[in-house]
């Protein structure tokens, strides 16, 4: 080697953390004083709480008090003439305000516990004058957090930093022109003659820097200038980037502080748009908009205009971004129509990108469920995180469950953190899995998860990577335009076919049982109270009240966001929603009651009017008034009966309920001495459910050190303990046979009610649990005499097939498996299917059913799931497979039961001593209505129908209106074509699990 340097690559970084260190000189202190309060207060409320006058170093608040800052000061007169800077840094995060109390920049301190691999998250610098005044008054108000990006920490609430200080913009400058060089040069290959070139200049530079002043670190510029000005050829790779700043909705802190994330990261991207001219940022969520909307409404104004002008991108298209495992079909449609509603009326915007970069798996619904919204895109980051298996591509088609496709981008370098430093771009270049067929890939730089956005460091980047040699170039653009780019030659872009299962997290289909059992409910409930509000609005003119449900169901929707609904949050997070939810659910039950009642006419003493919102009659026992009756309801509708004058049927068939056995005419379930069964006789196809020889039901109590998100692999290796049965009593009830029996687990206890019904095949697991387990999981199983090597699984509007076995690596990555209403183990004439009315988390082999009852993570919500629980599972022996044993209908029965009101309907169609309504029918058995409701816009009736067995069929819908016009519509309620139809019912073709949204207008 010729050639010796005074400075070696880590020299380097030795002198441009000195270059650093030379930027800023502090020359002042600034009086601090502060008015904590332990939630926000407004601007206007700012001298409201406890007041404090603070010293550097001195503590200010405990984790989450909050408080309003003034810092006042003067300018000394070494910085007359000079750019001064002030200097801020509370051990917390803040946003400096106007004199009205809008942010104008958001701080956040420098000793985050940020990821510093991904760049560092400290803002403490705000701007104050390019020439300022010897005496010259500092008077400045910040609205502060005592907590990190990421919620607690261990040094909190110390004002660490309150300075007047010098700006030296030459240094700052220099330090970004040697950062970048260095960096790059560190990406290459020593033999590269621009490795050497580079190393070259950077010495030479650093061999003018000796007092580290302006002359020097002017001249070191120069210097770098030539390195920085070099191009690259014609490139085959373009990186396409765009500011971003994850704030989640609620995660390690609660939903109140990410209000005040916003107003901090969207302050300073408005900030740095200033500076940078450059500069593109885009933000998903319209729920994290309407907030800004309401408490930063001059912040929120200046958002539009940028909107406006190109520079902010408004990321659809959903209300928040959801989990997608767990929400419901309908869930995942008001997402969509409530997004892009939101962003067309507040931003005149229409998304055409599903934004999703964080979410822990997308069911193979989606992509129907996008095209059918005009959506044509989908950009998400977190397959990349799959613990067995790389996914293959970045660039694809990604096809759903009925065929419908959505060009899908994943950023390669696996972040929505990106840096935006050479390496992330190198990193981009070299993980692209499609780079063969495409020359673009995109990046979303900026801090986040916890909000942020990116600081001055990544725009100073970017300016220097537009076209440097050695790096892809980078452009600054819309997301939706890079897509529209990277759609333009796809003719060789590969296809994924079904559902992006994300290989982690599996623990999120369990854990915060409670929510998940409320986001069950809730979405139950609406379903219901639309289709009868629908119903008393067309038949007597009851309001209806869009605006309620509209707030109501914009909530349901807020908690659904990835960190709240797979119960990843902190604990606050969840004893908030619970009241919430608890409060919602009762206002929905209220409207409905109000709903049903207008639809009663009168009320004598024994008349009861039965509701059904399934699209199917059914026939069930039911108690009424203390007296059980077998009664049929119509579809869609109600029936009235009349208790006197309906002929009570006597049980004509012997059921059995002791300790060791429960029958009736169809099974006989054998129980053992534990409590769990031994076995279960099908009399009707004569042969026996479980698996010889093995005990199903047993409460199974697993050693799980988990977190939230996750439980390891291999739990099952250590044998679980299990539940002791204490007592048991049995008792017959008119149609049921029931055993109830009382369980205990160290402090647990656990009481299930055991119930088979006259006629049925379901076996219903009604069960009450207190629960006082730490980093325990309690799963039932039930050990099938079925096999197959694909289970059924439960979706949204329809099913999917998954392996059972384990024959590869990604097959054993689905060790565990979120389905919805049920799961099902068929051969080709016998079947076995497990429903539930609030669980997710299965786990399957080829004879084995399991299902995920409870967990009790203590990370990152302490002693989650520590409370009292119901739930109801059901086992559903059937003849055929899923589809002929009738399990879909089975899943929405245990879900959906019959409401009972007592009075007389007010009917359209009287027969005998009843009087009936089916406001909706369809002839075929495989089409399932999953909403009613009025039209969004108008008076219109939406219907939104799905094929659930994945057959094409032609079918009539009837109904009791009269029909003027009939539109099929996409899933935003508008027309794509009239269709042809009587006065009464319409014939429509579906194909399958195709979604078909209907609009009716009534003469
Ligand atoms: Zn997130």
Redesign the pocket.
Known sequence: MPYYYLQTPDNLQRILQRIEQEIYTPVATLQVEAWITPEPVTFAERQTGTHKVLAIGENWGKLWDCAWFHFTGTVPAVAAAKHVVLMIDLSGEAAVVDKEGTPVLGLTTVSSTFDMSLGRPGKHIMPFSKHAQDGENVDLWADAGCNDLFGAYADSGIVKEAHVALYNETLYNLYHDFAVLHELMTQLQPEKARYQRILHALNKAANELSTYNTEEAQRAREILAPELAKKNGTPSLHVSAIGHA?I?LA?LWPLRETIRKGGRSFSTVLAMMERYPDYIFGASQPQLYQWMKKYYPALYKKIQLRVAEGRWETQGAMWV?PDTNISGGEALVRQILYGMRFFRDEFGTTPRMLWLP?VFGYSAALPQILKEAGIDYFLTIKISWNTFNTFPHHTFFWQGLDGSRVLAHMPPEGTYNSSAAPRAIVAAEKNYADKVVSEYCALLYGIG?GGGGPGSEHLERLAREKNLDGLAPVKQEHMETFFERLAQDSSEYPTWNGELYLEKHQGTYTSQARNKRFNRKMELALRELEFILTLAHLQIGHPYPTETLDTIWQEVLLYQF??ILPGSSIQRVYTESLARYQHLLAQTQELLSQAQHALIQQTTEQTYTLFNTLSWERSTWLKIDRQWRYVTVPSMGYITLDLGLLATRTAEIQLTASRKRLENDVLRVEFAADGSMQGIWDKEYQREVLKPETSANRLAVYDDDGDAWDFSYSYRERPPHHFVLETVSEQIDGPQAIIEQQYRFGDSTLQQRIVLTRGSRRIDFITHVDWREQHKMLRTSFPLAVAATEATCDIQFGSIKRPTHRNTSWDMARNEICAHKWIDISQWEYGVALLNDCKYGHYVTESLLDLNLLRSPMYPGLNADQAEHDFTYALFPHAGNHIQGGVIRAGYELNVPVNIVTGTATASATAGNEQSLSFARIAAENVVLETIKKAEENDDIIIRIYEAFGATTTTTLSLAMTVQTIWQTNLLEVPEKELEHSEHSVEITLQPYEILTLRIHKR
């Open positions: 994850h989640d995660w971004e964080d998860d990835h960190d």
